[in-house]
């Protein structure tokens, strides 16, 4: 299983999954995780300064940025997104699959009269446009 792309609508977290190359990628939702850690003595939790923090989680996104702007000195990990929180969560060690990779090479000619060459103007003698698509066998 991996992931090809997230993104989070509402209170929700939503990823594109492919489990296998033939297959369509589908979504899959987790709900999206909404914390920071703030300064306190007590804490059960250590930063990596050494300090004791407490986890602090929030409904909603709209609720921990006024959380936030309030407390700005305070905290720790407040600016993570929620979809790089999910994929963490979900998807740490995760086998990589194989990938299919594509570079494409663009090369346009110029010409100080003309400029960069373009679909109006790639009729001139002078001009040349070049594409290239390498698409490795293996990884």
Sequence with gaps: MS???AITKRNEVWVWE???PASYPRPRRYTAEHYCYVRDDDGLYTSIYGDNLTKKTFANRADMSEYIKANKNNLFESDIPSELRALS???YNVPAPK???TFLDIEVDYDK???FSSIK???L???HSHYTIHTPIEW
Excluded: A, E, Q
């Design 121 to 123: 103007i790639h009729m």
């Design 125 to 127: 003698p002078s001009m």
């Design 113 to 115: 009269t003309v400029g």
């Design 18 to 20: 492919r489990n296998d």
């Design 99 to 101: 990938l299919n990779v």
């Design 89 to 91: 969560k979900h998807y």
């Design 3 to 5: 992931y090809i792309n």
